[in-house]
């Protein structure tokens, strides 16, 4: 059987709903909203990037 990720799905989803939150209360339309909610949907891949840009990788 396989590792059971309950974990890091329930931390994945924490900051999802943190991240739609932020970008939503931010927004001045509805397009900047659902663009806001797509930015939550890869905001790991986001702090994964800025990461290895500041350690010049």
């Known amino acids: ?3 059971e ?3 890091e799905g329930a931390i ?3 900051g ?3 991240a739609v939150v932020y970008y939503i ?3 001045d339309s509805f397009a900047t909203g659902v663009i806001g909610f797509l930015k ?3 905001w790991p891949a986001m702090v ?3 990461v290895l840009e ?3 990788m």
């Open 1 to 3: 059987m396989g590792k």
């Open 5 to 7: 990720k309950g974990a």
């Open 12 to 14: 994945y989803g924490l």
């Open 16 to 18: 999802f709903i943190g």
């Open 25 to 27: 209360q931010h927004a």
């Open 40 to 42: 939550a949907l890869v």
């Open 48 to 50: 994964v990037y800025k």
């Open 54 to 56: 500041y350690l010049n």
